[in-house]
Structures are given as C-alpha cells and as structure tokens.
C-alpha cells in the first residue's frame, strides 16, 4: 500500500472513487509479498501491481466491476485454477487478492491513516476480507500504539472480535509484519469462517548487537527472525564482517559507544530499539553502556557476561557516574534463565527476555501459570 498511497490519497482527497486490489495472502511462488496493491483510479488508470503482471489484467477487471456494485470481493489465483492459467500465474505461485472500493464514505479514516504514516508513527489497518455474514465483508479497525490517544477507531462487528484482532494486531504493529488472520465468526481464536487482513505500517524495530563473537551471529539470526533491523557494531575490522553475519541488515566496523551517540543524534534510535552488548570487555561496553544507560526510552538493554564480570562491570559504570536508577535499567547477565549453554541457546533466552519485557511477561511456564496468556500492553 505505500507505494501506491500518494496516488490514493489525491483521488480520495478529491472525492472520487478508487477500486483498490490488496495481496492479502500469498502461496508458494507468488511474485509478490502480502500489502501490495493495485488501483484502478477514476479514469481508468492503472496504479501499482500485484503480481508483476501476471494477474494485473483480471484484477483490473474485477475492481471496475466492484466500483459498480460497491460489493467487495476476496479472489484467488494460482495454478491449480484454470483462471489462474489464462490470466497468466504460471510463475508456481498462489495469490489471494482482496479487491474493495474506496472513497470517502467507504474509508472515511483514510486520511488519518496517511498522515500517521508519512509522519512515522505506527498504525495498522484490519479489514474483515472473508466472513460468512456478508454484512461484515469491509469492516474494518485502526490499531495504533496503547498509549496513543485514540489507541483503537471502529468496529468489526463485535465487541469479541475487535478486542481479539486488536490483541494479534499489536503483535504484528510491533514488528511492522502484514498478515492474514484466521477466527470464527465472532473473534474465536479456535475457529475458522472470519479472515482479517491486517496492513502494519511501521518500520521494523531496531536491534543493535555489539560485539561481532559467535553468539552475536546468532542473536542476529533470531532477531532478524522476529522482525527486528539487525545491526551488529565492533571496532575489529577483522571480526566485523559480512560474511560472519550474514542474517544481519547491517554490520558496521566502529567503536561502540561512538556509533550508538551518533545514531542517537540522527534519531534512529527510539523506544522500540533494543541493544545487546555482547563485547563483555570493559574498553568496549562501559563506555558504551554510559551511554545506552543514559537513554531515556530504549525498550531494553542488555549485556552479557558471568556472575564476576556482572559485579566489576556494575563497579565501573558507579565510577562513571551512572546512578542506581540508571543502572537498574540492565539486564545483566543478559536473557532469561533458560539453562542455555549454546550460542543458539543463549539467542533464545535472550529474545524470551526482551519479549517478555515488551509485552509484561513473567518468564514462567504458562502451564503452572493462570490467567491470560496473553498480556495488553507492550513497554
């Protein structure tokens, strides 16, 4: 949908009508992820794709005729549908395309929704594409952030379901993920008839691994598995490589401490960024943790290392001058007491732990556990 909402938003701002073909879900081969879009503007013109052309055609011709009736239609096309063929999917792949009409009657929250995005802040978008009641085809809720001040606009049709989607909303608006969900009818977890495409519009949490050893590479594989934008930082060239951390977006050779002040000062660092301090030698992670520390609204950060070098490194950073309050925000030894041995292992505890802080997790197992299973509010 970005790639198209500047098109979007000008038709909609001058009242007229859009029929808009969504990627809501996606197979195999397909040529294109889950949000992309197609619009077929008032005059006829042809905006985005959703397949790189294989399918273009045959959207186009069912959102001219969803403008008409206003009725919207979930359509899928692969290759075991004879369609699928004479449109063109012959790439393997299977696309189910959600293809809705849009105005200012159908979407009046639309311009909303624009402004949060072009200003950076994260807000999703859930629409009913599948139910058996027909009437509730095209609902939709904005889901935004808990302590934003309208943290949740409109109504899928039930008080149940608008609190169960929002709930798996806030999951997928953390890590900036577009995806179809599956409930009954209602909003039950355990069923099957109601399908929500939900767009996240957020750009992906950031995660910054410092110290390039072997159990950053696997933090990096497991954070860039739950969506974050990997950075692994060191100051040896010779460590500090690519090829080493291939699962990272980024690998960067430079002192610690410096490279987080600067991209503090360029505004890339915010409250859903974590930081992992790996380095566990004191020229490294004191002067970075003075730092980190001192950050008024990081989401975690933690740093590696034993029992002893936990307590030397807790005497230092008090000669530093951090305050208790400031070094209380430490999560050392870094991760949850998994008995992790491995470097896969120790990644694992470590993401239970900032998972756990994010959404208020207590680390225990669920099965000695009562209660909800799932917690309301992320930090």
Known sequence: MREVLSDLMRWWEAGETVGVGTVVATFQSAPRPPGASMLVGPGGEAVGSV???????AV?????????????VLERYGVSDDTAF????????????????VDRTTFPELAEIAA?????????????????????????????????????????????????????????????HNATLTYGPDGERRGEGMRVFVWAFAPPPRMLVFGAIDFAAAVARIGSFLGYHVTVCDARPVFATHSRFPSADEVVVDWPHRYLKAEVAAGRVDSRTVLCVLTHDPKFDVPLLEVALRLPDVAYVGAMGSRRTHEDRLARLREAGLDEKEIARLSSPIGLDLGARTP???????AAEIIALRWGGQGGRLGEEAGPIHHGVAR
Do not use: M, N
């Not at 397949?51 to 055609?57: F, L, N, R, Y």
């Not at 004479?86 to 395309?97: N, Q």
């Open 86 to 101: 004479s449109v063109g999917l012959t790439c393997g792949g299977i696309l189910d395309v959600y293809v809705e009409k």
């Open 116 to 176: 949060d995005i072009e200003r950076g802040r994260p807000v999703a978008v859930a629409t009913v594409v599948e139910h058996p009641d027909e009437a509730w085809l095209g609902r939709r809720i904005v889901v935004r952030a808990e302590d934003d001040e309208t943290p949740r606009t409109g109504s899928l049709g039930s008080s149940r379901a608008d609190d169960a989607v929002a709930d798996d909303v806030r999951g997928l608006l953390a890590s900036g």
């Open 51 to 57: 397949s790189g052309g294989c399918v273009e055609g």
């Open 60 to 72: 186009y011709e069912l959102a001219e005729t969803v403008v008409q009736t206003g009725v919207p």
């Open 344 to 350: 896969e292992e120790t990644a694992v505890s470590i």
